[in-house]
């Protein structure tokens, strides 16, 4: 396959489009105000104080143990689709498991609260699991000089697609009717579960279709969980000897424990900190309503934001980029940790958003460039999804011990805003030129 095929990089692109419901549906819109409604009936907190954890809690822990469930075997499995060249069929496995775990949610209920929150794990490591694979073949359908454009295409496709069904599905929830559902024991909201199940299978046969399926002719030989894990060892060699590599990798951990917390927690922290005033005059908290608006206004500038930073680093460098980036998160911290009203909010939406889509779209680009001339993108990119979920965990464990600690959620504003001061020192240390990899003995 040559590199810069416009079918094949479509069909890539496609990917994002079909898996980032997940995101929006599931972890931050509907299932989480779903879950709240279920687990906050009275009987149900009976049920859960036999088990002294609070229903949030639970929620959070099994969003973790995917995240972990992920990072301990990821490794692993990305060095078995290196060496024997299957990485579309891992690809493959984790988005079928994420999108039947989302629809099982449709069973979603007190009485199989275990079950569920089963699914909510295996649906976050299906998720996070195939984007290991699914990252690491940018580098083999493009020249690294479209990278970021790339990149900033597929999270393009991903947040106009998951907004296009989150609306859909906020339709099958206000006004059930008009899709003949019958509006009784949650029942709108249950079905949205599997459409984003059937969106995200779906959609995702347009990138099977056209991704390679060995790239390099690799074939199965031997022991292929002993081939897996050599091949993982020489790239973690390969990887410590490389500088720009290895420290960009550690300024992207630190800024990831900030973004993905802003992301995970922005709505929880709205919930409580932002106010409104109703109809009446009265002041009140921010409707879930508004919340939903906000969230929506997060996925449609990031289309822009995700453009803009490819800009950003054609005049700047990518790391550049990121710094300007890294420095626009901070004043945003600043600014959250003083607003109170939710026209204030919004505006803040606006600007998460800007920025949270050029961070992501080129976080993963620049590392695609920097990595070495290499056929094990895999391996590599396991590590760099591993310190993802690693540093989604710690962040959102910040979050909460801060809150533990202080009794002031605010405070949490600036541990999140640390992160990005400490990301930005971090990136100021990244070489800007290549640094020769050190081959490593296999």
Same mark, same amino acid.
């Given at each position: 396959m040559v590199k810069g095929d416009k079918r094949v990089i479509r069909g890539w692109t496609m990917y994002d489009w079909a898996n980032s419901v997940y995101s929006l549906t599931i972890t931050s819109a509907v299932f989480p105000i779903f879950y709240a409604a279920v687990t906050h009936r009275d009987e149900a907190d009976l049920v859960l104080d036999t088990y002294g954890i609070p229903a949030q809690s639970l929620y959070s822990y099994a969003l973790s143990a995917g995240f972990l469930l992920v990072a301990l075997i990821s490794p692993i499995l990305s060095g078995i689709a290196d060496s024997t060249g299957q990485k579309k069929s891992f690809l493959k496995a984790f988005c079928y498991l994420g999108a039947a775990s989302c629809a099982g949610l449709f069973f979603f209920s007190m009485e199989d609260l275990w079950l569920g929150l089963l699914l909510v794990m295996l649906a976050c490591a299906g998720f996070?699991?195939?984007?290991?694979?699914?990252?690491?073949?940018? #580098?083999?359908?493009?020249?690294?000089? =479209?990278? &970021?454009?790339?990149? @900033? $295409?597929?999270?393009?496709?991903?947040?106009?697609?998951?907004?296009?069904?989150?609306?859909?599905?906020?339709?099958?929830?206000?006004? #059930?009717?008009?899709?003949?559902?019958? =509006?009784? &024991?949650?029942?709108? @909201? $249950?079905?949205?579960?599997?459409?984003?199940?059937?969106?995200?299978?779906?959609?995702?046969?347009?990138?099977?279709?056209?991704?390679?399926?060995?790239?390099?002719?690799?074939?199965?030989?031997?022991?292929?969980? @002993?081939?897996?894990?050599?091949?993982?060892?020489?790239?973690?060699?390969?990887?410590?000897?490389?500088?720009?590599?290895?420290?960009?990798?550690?300024?992207?951990?630190?800024?990831?424990?900030?973004?993905?917390?802003?992301?995970?927690?922005?709505?929880?922290?709205?919930?409580?900190e932002i106010k409104d005033v109703d109809a009446n005059g009265a002041v009140v908290a921010i409707s879930d309503a508004s919340l939903i608006i906000s969230i929506l206004l997060i996925q449609l500038v990031a289309v822009v934001g995700a453009f803009l930073f490819v800009w950003l680093s054609k005049r700047f460098g990518n790391i550049g980029a990121l710094m300007i980036g890294a420095s626009v998160w901070v004043l945003l911290c600043v600014a959250a940790y003083s607003i109170q009203w939710a026209h204030e909010f919004y505006l803040l939406a606006c600007g998460v958003g800007l920025v949270m889509g050029g961070s992501q779209a080129l976080s993963r680009s620049t590392y695609s460039k920097f990595l070495p001339e290499t056929i094990d993108h895999a391996s590599y990119f396991s590590f760099y999804d591993v310190s993802f979920y690693v540093s989604t965990v710690l962040g959102t464990f910040a979050y909460g011990l801060v809150y533990q600690l202080t009794g002031d959620l605010r405070n949490t504003v600036i541990i999140i805003g640390s992160f990005f001061v400490v990301g930005l020192i971090l990136l100021l240390m990244v070489p800007r030129r290549e640094v020769a990899v050190v081959k490593a003995e296999e």
């Open positions: 996070s699991g195939s984007l290991i694979f699914y990252d690491a073949f940018l #580098p083999e359908i493009a020249e690294k000089k =479209d990278h &970021d454009r790339i990149s @900033a $295409r597929g999270y393009t496709m991903g947040y106009i697609g998951s907004v296009l069904l989150l609306i859909i599905n906020l339709a099958m929830v206000m006004k #059930p009717g008009l899709f003949g559902i019958p =509006d009784r &024991d949650g029942l709108p @909201a $249950r079905i949205t579960f599997i459409t984003v199940g059937l969106w995200w299978a779906g959609f995702a046969q347009l990138a099977f279709r056209v991704l390679p399926e060995d790239q390099y002719g690799r074939k199965p030989q031997g022991n292929i969980i @002993a081939n897996g894990y050599r091949e993982l060892r020489k790239v973690w060699k390969e990887l410590q000897s490389t500088k720009r590599l290895n420290s960009y990798l550690m300024a992207f951990f630190v800024l990831n424990m900030g973004i993905q917390t802003v992301m995970y927690l922005a709505v929880t922290y709205a919930k409580e």
